[in-house]
């Protein structure tokens, strides 16, 4: 098996490692707004892009899931670097993610299920009662089967953003990019959400990146990830959230884990 990075040491395989950033400087223009970045993401791990508000974080993310041109570097998909691949390839690897956005936007004149149905009628061949089939399953996953006919406008912020997860799911993804997923939510609503996301990960052995600054979240369901500085422009720690909170000594790194460290941790019950 080729190699995909060799990380301490330790050789690891493009098996192990779907996604590797080498090297990789994003930005607008001239302006660059993350330089150098190198890191891995295991299969199967719930990785943490972090860091203060502006920092680049949806940058890079752009960078990753096809959106946005690096200015520098590299995005490995399963050891294809994408920046470089023809048209074809680069939508191949995009139907291998599945990404929800802050907005979570979803079809406003579409019903629930006519949404999650869209990107199946799409890139699939399937029959309509094929996906049918496929639609029910993809909002049981998420919880929200009898929401199936009814309008966006008709959900609570919530059951909004589940049911745009189960849209990114359709495809069966092996990779679910997630940017600030609780932005907009209470915390009851977030801490769901948040064990949907483990849920996943962990049932459908899916490989999870995501955008955030709600510590909670980080710290509850994150194994890995990356900490950017604004000022340096670069990675300035790697690690599991819980890890950097407890042993990382860089000053922006302990300011931004410091934060509400007192604050408990919300209960599910009567989670919506
Ligand atoms: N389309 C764009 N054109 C030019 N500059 C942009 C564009 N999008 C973002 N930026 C700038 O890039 C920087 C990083 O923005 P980004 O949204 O990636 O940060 P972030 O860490 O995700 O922030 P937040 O946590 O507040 O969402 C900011 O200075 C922002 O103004």
Same mark, same amino acid.
């Given at each position: 098996m080729p190699l995909a990075s060799d990380t301490a040491g330790a050789e690891r395989s493009i098996a192990d490692e779907p996604l590797v950033i080498r090297n990789l400087t994003v930005g607008f223009g001239e302006r660059a707004i993350q330089r150098d970045l190198n890191f891995s993401i295991r299969r199967g791990s719930i990785f943490a892009i972090m860091g203060g508000s502006g920092c680049g974080k949806s940058t890079v993310l752009k960078a990753m899931v096809g959106l946005l041109r690096p200015l520098a570097g590299q995005v490995l998909v399963n050891g294809e670097d994408?920046?470089?691949? *023809?048209d074809f390839r680069q939508t191949e690897m995009r139907r291998g993610f599945g990404v929800l956005f802050q907005s979570g936007a979803l079809w406003s004149s579409m019903t629930v299920a006519d949404n999650v149905a869209l990107p199946l009628q799409m890139f699939t061949r399937l029959t309509p009662p094929e996906i049918a089939i496929l639609v029910e399953l993809k909002l049981s996953l998420v919880g929200l089967s009898a929401a199936?006919? *009814?309008?966006?406008?008709?959900?609570?912020g919530g059951m909004r953003k589940r049911a745009a997860l189960a849209r990114a799911l359709a495809l069966d993804p092996g990779i679910l990019f997630f940017d600030e997923p609780s932005a907009g939510l209470d915390p009851i609503t977030s801490n769901r959400l948040d064990e949907l996301i483990l849920e996943l990960s962990n049932g459908l052995g899916a490989t999870v990146v995501i955008v955030s600054h709600e510590l909670p979240s980080l710290l509850g369901i994150c194994d890995d990830g990356i900490f950017l500085d604004a000022e340096s422009k670069t990675a300035i720690a790697h690690g599991a959230p819980r890890a950097l909170r407890d042993h990382n000594d860089h000053p922006t790194v302990r300011a931004f884990m410091a934060r509400g460290q007192n604050a408990p941790r919300p209960s599910t019950a009567g989670a919506p």
């Amino acid at each position: 098996m080729p190699l995909a990075s060799d990380t301490a040491g330790a050789e690891r395989s493009i098996a192990d490692e779907p996604l590797v950033i080498r090297n990789l400087t994003v930005g607008f223009g001239e302006r660059a707004i993350q330089r150098d970045l190198n890191f891995s993401i295991r299969r199967g791990s719930i990785f943490a892009i972090m860091g203060g508000s502006g920092c680049g974080k949806s940058t890079v993310l752009k960078a990753m899931v096809g959106l946005l041109r690096p200015l520098a570097g590299q995005v490995l998909v399963n050891g294809e670097d994408y920046w470089i691949a *023809s048209d074809f390839r680069q939508t191949e690897m995009r139907r291998g993610f599945g990404v929800l956005f802050q907005s979570g936007a979803l079809w406003s004149s579409m019903t629930v299920a006519d949404n999650v149905a869209l990107p199946l009628q799409m890139f699939t061949r399937l029959t309509p009662p094929e996906i049918a089939i496929l639609v029910e399953l993809k909002l049981s996953l998420v919880g929200l089967s009898a929401a199936s006919r *009814s309008m966006p406008s008709e959900l609570s912020g919530g059951m909004r953003k589940r049911a745009a997860l189960a849209r990114a799911l359709a495809l069966d993804p092996g990779i679910l990019f997630f940017d600030e997923p609780s932005a907009g939510l209470d915390p009851i609503t977030s801490n769901r959400l948040d064990e949907l996301i483990l849920e996943l990960s962990n049932g459908l052995g899916a490989t999870v990146v995501i955008v955030s600054h709600e510590l909670p979240s980080l710290l509850g369901i994150c194994d890995d990830g990356i900490f950017l500085d604004a000022e340096s422009k670069t990675a300035i720690a790697h690690g599991a959230p819980r890890a950097l909170r407890d042993h990382n000594d860089h000053p922006t790194v302990r300011a931004f884990m410091a934060r509400g460290q007192n604050a408990p941790r919300p209960s599910t019950a009567g989670a919506p």
